[in-house]
């Protein structure tokens, strides 16, 4: 009779499932409480204390936001109210957002909270992406408050006639098919100046958030770096 191999022992297989099991699920109990401070949404306290959270608070939308390499981390990283000494957020700089940078913490959370919500019901995923999330068919929405298109001397804002960045992005979202961009146009999707509003102060907020370079190159690509 030969002889029985570790190899072929079922008893070693199930004990190895069963640590490999218990392992992994330890593994993933930490990661997710490691985890949820990091994406957890700051708030006005942080950003008037200047404590930076990967996933800044509401009232981020007061703020002018840049994109700039950070040389220890090795790629680019949100500016929020421009740069310190150390090349991070000095929160210090604002900027008007539909004619106002005092947003309060409410005010802005119920702006975002519209936003995300007509995301969703737009199905703005299925063309385009979000935070890794999404389809390729249209372009990344990710940092596309930094799209150099929509800043003064962008396309987009002297085809819609806008002064400012976030007037052209809710005209455009409200009428699409009235500034084509090219071939795959997007489609009137019946957005209203509310939700166009909240639209665009989500794509504000998600450009704030801390992406680890996500999408890479963003600003060699688009010509987007500094936020110009």
């Not at 004619?99 to 005010?107: A, L, M, N």
């Not at 936003?115 to 372009?139: D, I, R, V």
């Not at 819609?160 to 992005?169: L, N, Q, V, W």
Request: proline share 5%; hydrophobic share 40%.
């Amino acid at each position: 009779m030969a002889k029985k191999t570790v190899w072929s022992d079922n008893r070693f297989w199930q004990r190895s499932a069963a640590w490999i099991t218990g392992f992994a699920s330890i593994l993933l109990i930490w990661l997710t409480f490691d985890t949820i401070p990091q994406i957890k949404m700051g708030n006005d306290a942080d950003l008037q204390n200047g404590v930076t959270k990967r996933v800044p608070g509401p009232t981020v939308i007061n703020y002018k936001i840049t994109y700039e390499m950070n040389t220890k981390r090795g790629h680019e990283i949100p500016v929020i109210g421009g740069m310190n000494a150390e090349g991070t957020s000095a929160f210090q700089e604002k900027e008007k957002f539909f004619g106002r940078d005092d947003w309060s913490q409410d005010e802005a959370m119920e702006l975002l909270a519209l936003g995300k919500l007509a995301s969703q019901s737009k199905n703005c995923m299925n063309c385009h992406t979000l935070l890794g999330n999404g389809a390729y068919y249209a372009p990344d929405l990710t940092k596309a408050w930094l799209d150099p298109a929509w800043g003064p001397e962008g396309s987009m804002q002297s085809m819609t006639g806008k002064s400012t960045k976030e007037e052209a992005m809710a005209e455009f979202l409200q009428h699409p098919s009235q500034y084509p961009t090219h071939a795959r146009m997007m489609p009137n999707l019946g957005i209203t100046a509310a939700e166009a509003k909240g639209l665009v102060a989500f794509l504000k907020h998600m450009t704030s958030i801390d992406t680890n370079g996500f999408p890479r190159n963003f600003a060699k690509i688009q010509g987007a770096v500094h936020g110009k």
